[in-house]
């Protein structure tokens, strides 16, 4: 049986550990350097009042006509669900695309990723978990952070942004470029998520 790290709990990280509970792989953890989840889709909420929410990444998803067919079945689900809403108030400044269509997360932009690590069933998620160094170690990924021994697993998926990949010290630096057959790593876009 497989262990799978996920670094990064954004939406990326959310969506991908959804999408591998179906695959067997094995044991699925995801590591996050921050307190909670949403990376790039994080929300804060007040401390005399947790109504009182800023959604400090983006604001609202627009899903542009061009790309809407292979999307489609992504905002469906968040949509019956609860998770989204279609914007229906103008927001100044705001470019509106021909059949495009935006849509806002009445409990904030986090509770997109949210429910992808729910749906990750299964899957450990850590927060606090600064990766710093990834080495190949005997045909595993020796996994270091900030605080904590290393850990062995047999395949990472880097979910955080390029500029915090490249901060990766180790043996991550100079295999980058290779297979993700050879390799058993995985870098995913930001944007290949939604």
């Not at 990766?131 to 979910?159: A, M, N, Y």
């Not at 100079?174 to 057959?181: A, D, E, G, W, Y």
């Not at 995985?186 to 290949?192: E, V």
């Amino acid at each position: 049986m497989s262990r799978v790290l996920v670094v990064g709990a954004g939406l990326t990280g959310g969506a991908c550990a959804a999408l591998l509970r179906g695959a067997a792989l094995g044991r699925v953890e995801i590591w996050d350097k921050a307190r909670g989840a949403g990376g790039r889709m994080s929300t804060s909420r007040g401390t005399r009042d947790a109504a009182c929410t800023a959604d400090l990444g983006a604001q609202y998803i627009t899903l542009e006509a061009e790309h809407a067919e292979p999307r489609r079945s992504f905002y469906e689900e968040l949509l019956s669900h609860g998770i989204l809403q279609q914007l229906t108030a103008p927001i100044e400044g705001m470019v509106v695309k021909k059949g495009s269509c935006s849509y806002v997360a009445p409990q904030g932009i986090s509770s997109v990723v949210k429910y992808y690590l729910k749906q990750s069933a299964g899957a450990d998620v850590f927060y606090e978990q600064h990766v710093t160094h990834i080495s190949l170690r005997d045909g595993k990924w020796e996994v270091s952070r900030k605080t904590g021994p290393p850990e062995l697993f047999d395949i990472v998926i880097l979910t955080m942004p390029v500029p915090q990949i490249l901060h990766l010290q180790g043996d991550i630096v100079n295999t980058i470029p290779l297979t993700v057959s050879s390799l058993q790593v995985l870098s995913i876009s930001h944007k290949a998520a939604l």
